[in-house]
């Protein structure tokens, strides 16, 4: 469910000029620093680099099974 929510301008600022080198909206680019807070709060011992790294990995196809033969 969508809702209207009023942000700093100087966030949405932000999230512009790091959206555009991420390519991504506005919106999604807020969700994404969302997404790595709520990682941060559950995991305060895992770097950045990790939690960038989990939400790259969440964002990959699935690889099919492995056939040995």
């Known amino acids: 469910m969508a809702i209207n929510v009023k942000l700093p301008e ?6 512009k000029r790091y959206g555009a080198i991420e390519h991504r909206s506005v919106p999604k ?5 969302s997404k790595i807070g709520k990682i941060a709060a559950d995991n305060p011992d895992l770097p950045f680099s990790v939690i960038r790294d989990i939400l790259i990995a969440d964002q990959e196809e699935a690889v099919s099974d492995y056939k040995f033969g």
């Open 10 to 15: 100087n966030l949405v600022e932000s999230a």
């Open 29 to 33: 680019q807020i969700e994404y620093w």
